[in-house]
């Protein structure tokens, strides 16, 4: 009988011990996923998960650059974005309403005109392009690195430079560009001279508009004089579109119109923002109509230059694309130059 007693008791737990160790699920019971206690296994844990090759990789699909046959870069000096309303400039005001815009771009420090275009086209801040004068000093040289000049003249792009200082010969060599004309003159003769011989085959072209600045400095920024001098540049851009599209070229090009600097009172230079931001206006093949909300600094110039003529960027440039332009997710970056 002992004997018996003792075969049912072992029985009984082995019973037990069946049904306890059978999943919850079974019962119908509510099954949660136990969270780590220990900091180190939850650390390997994460890792791990980390490291595992999913079974399908989603592809990424490159967007398409956009069809640029040329590109051309007009810079009012001294133009602050108010001015373009308050003059007004209807043809600036048309390519912000078809093209994308940006009237809180920001220049470099110094805002000074021969740094700030060294930058410009130059892609870099000025402590790699070394321009920190602002007069026509030809013994200093040129400024250095790569900038838009060189790419495109060495991918064998015809480059053309019309501008109203003559200190603006320094942000490029002379080999660089193919058409070089220094017109100390109104904006509107700089237009006229440009149309009478017009580069037909230009890829590249920079447009320098200098009267802004020179009124801003003699009367005042914003002053009365000043606002008339932008309205009638406003006119000298009209002039220039007006023979890209006589010869069938408007549709090819992107229009980038920008500027060096701001001011205040009779002067600039400094790191208010009065004379630190600059508008940036872009129209043409690819470009969305829209307000641009990437933060652009002035180096982003020459970075969408060379990415619309399908150059390749310097790594040394500090300067990207505003590829938010073509309807593309914007490249996050804040330069602060030294």
Not at 3 to 20: D, G, K, P, S
Not at 205 to 218: K, N, P, Q, R, Y
Not at 274 to 284: C, Q, V
Request: a negative charge.
């Amino acid at each position: 009988m002992k004997h018996t007693l003792n075969r049912l008791t072992v029985l009984l737990l082995a019973l037990i011990l069946l049904f306890a160790c059978q999943s919850p699920t079974l019962w119908g019971l509510p099954v949660s996923t136990p969270t780590p206690t220990n900091t180190a296994t939850a650390t390997v844990t994460a890792t791990l998960a980390a490291t595992i090759t999913p079974v399908f990789t989603p592809t990424v699909t490159p967007f398409p650059r956009p069809s640029v046959d040329r590109v051309l870069l007009v810079s009012y000096d001294g133009l602050r974005p108010d001015v373009i309303d308050l003059a007004p400039m209807p043809n600036l005001q048309e390519l912000m309403k078809t093209g994308a815009y940006s009237l809180t771009a920001q220049t470099i420090f110094p805002s000074a005109t021969l740094p700030a275009h060294s930058s410009m086209v130059g892609g870099v801040c000025p402590d790699k392009h070394g321009v920190y004068w602002n007069d026509y000093l030809p013994d200093l040289g040129y400024a250095k690195g790569t900038n838009i000049f060189d790419l495109a003249h060495t991918a064998g792009i015809k480059t053309a430079m019309y501008v109203g200082k003559e200190k603006m010969r320094q942000l490029a060599e002379p080999e660089t560009t193919d058409v070089y004309e220094y017109i100390n003159d109104r904006d509107l003769v700089i237009a006229d001279k440009l149309v009478e011989n017009f580069p037909v085959d230009f890829g590249f072209m920079f447009v320098h508009f200098a009267t802004v600045d020179a009124m801003g400095h003699e009367y005042g920024w914003l002053s009365e004089e000043q606002l008339s001098v932008a309205y009638r540049g406003d006119e000298a851009l009209g002039k220039i579109l007006a023979t890209l599209d006589a010869y069938g070229l408007r549709e090819g090009t992107l229009i980038i119109v920008t500027a060096d600097h701001g001011g205040h009172d009779t002067t600039h230079g400094y790191s208010l923002p009065e004379d630190m931001t600059i508008p940036w206006i872009i129209s043409g093949p690819g470009v969305q109509p829209l307000h641009l909300s990437t933060p652009i600094v002035t180096m982003d110039t020459a970075a969408t230059i060379a990415y619309a003529l399908g150059l390749d960027i310097p790594s040394e440039w500090d300067g990207t694309p505003v590829l938010e332009a073509f309807g593309m997710p914007s490249i996050t970056h804040a330069v602060i130059c030294n």
